[in-house]
């Protein structure tokens, strides 16, 4: 089925460790992004990327990485996790950015560092 | 830049009640307002969406928002819950200069009971 799958759904990890999380999407849009959702601060922008190989900076960049090889996919790796990034993680995709057009969620990756 | 804020960080209310659930929001430029909900460990789902034209919006399961563009305000409201309705509310905001780029409110958690 078409649509905007996260992989894994839970996962937990030690401090120090990297990892990664997987979103892929069938529609071919050109816009993907990744938030973090905390109690108390909604959903805050990491990262989102244009079109394959172009990626900037959201609200919250720091200690994370995204690439974007190709347009169906767009992987988010904590490169040494720590405590602060315990969190759920989302990620959306959207055909045009410019015009009034939602955005399509995952169901979220909910990530713990002990 | 673009802000949002949700008034009311938790909203309870009995079965068959009227709710409402406030948003405001800043912006230097037209922007485009949404409504999301999210049920226990689900991603988001598009409720409602304001591009243009009338202010009062009509959505999925009932729900409305009126656009009030003086007073820079989105506000949710159902005229009869029910508690199939009980989930987290999220407010957001897109400008057209944002390259798709929404920012979220930090979530009202409206529960409904009997």
């Known amino acids: ?114 | 830049a673009q802000s949002v804020t949700q008034l009311d960080s938790q909203v309870p209310v009995f079965e068959e009640a009227p709710v409402e659930l406030r948003c405001n929001y800043s912006s230097s430029v037209s922007v485009y307002l949404f409504w999301y909900v999210q049920y226990p460990n689900q991603g988001l789902q598009l409720l409602l969406k304001y591009l243009s034209g009338s202010t009062l919006v009509k959505g999925i399961n009932g729900f409305e928002a009126e656009f009030n563009k003086s007073q820079t305000s989105f506000h949710l409201r159902k005229p009869s819950v029910h508690i199939s309705d009980t989930a987290e509310y999220f407010c957001a905001v897109k400008s057209g200069t944002c390259y798709g780029k929404l920012t979220f409110g930090q979530g009202t958690i409206l529960t409904v009971h009997p």
């Open chain 1, 1 to 114: 089925d078409a649509g905007i799958t996260q992989s894994p759904r839970y996962k937990i990890t030690e401090t120090g460790r990297q990892v990664t999380l997987m979103c892929h999407q069938t529609w071919s849009h050109s816009y993907m992004f990744w938030y973090r959702q905390d109690l108390g601060h909604g959903l805050r922008l990491i990262y989102y990327s244009a079109a394959a190989d172009i990626t900037d900076k959201g609200e919250v960049p720091d200690g994370y990485v995204v690439s974007r090889s190709k347009t169906e996919n767009f992987p988010l790796t904590l490169e040494s996790a720590t405590r602060s990034q315990t969190s759920v993680y989302f990620c959306a995709s959207i055909n045009d950015g410019g015009a009034g057009q939602p955005q399509h969620f995952g169901d979220g990756t909910r990530l713990s560092i002990l």
